[in-house]
């Protein structure tokens, strides 16, 4: 095959020319590996990025990983100590709604308790002054009023100018354990109250 110069090129190159048959000249052939060196070089460089591309890539995609599994075990952390507080919390407004009943119990059984203090201590005063009176009482008990329908009511004792000393020791003994007793009540009842 035969082939001829290029008429347009400004830029020779000494020893081409025209040949014939199929060997190259050696001038020709370099040019032709120099090109295809650099045009070589251009994709081992791009090759080469691409690599350090995906290798990054990998690497960041390995850390992300990494992040969010760390992110993920906080949030789980998170949860479960929220949990164990709420679990906390109801426990202690279920115990706090049970000191409020007992509260609530102790506060009538200490109301109850006044009521019987008081009633009792009228009837102490009453019984005191009956007994000044010389020993009859004004109202007789409530259960024993229909005990004496019909009957003539007690003679009075005998009116003396001082009282007599057995039922004057009797009463002082009996008010003194009533007030040991209901002191003792009372400490009792400050001590439940204290815990």
Known sequence: MMRQRNPGRGDEVMGEGVFIGDVEE?????????????????????????????????CLNAYQFKLIDGYLRNIQELTDTHNELHSVWEVDRHSVEECRTEMHKMETHMNDKETVNTKLEKEVTRLRRAIQKGGVTDDPHPDHEDHHEGDTPPTPHPEQ???????????????????????????????????
Do not use: M
């Not at 370099?30 to 990054?56: D, N, R």
């Open 161 to 195: 100018n001082y009282p007599t000393r057995p039922n004057h020791q009797q009463l002082e003994e009996q008010q003194k354990q009533q007030q040991l007793q209901e002191q003792d009540q009372q400490r009792q009842l400050e001590e439940q109250l204290k815990q």
């Open 26 to 58: 050696p001038a020709r052939s370099s040019k032709l590996e120099k090109s295809g060196q650099s045009e070589g070089g251009c994709w081992k460089s791009l090759s080469l990025f691409l690599i350090v591309a995906a290798v990054l890539s990998l």
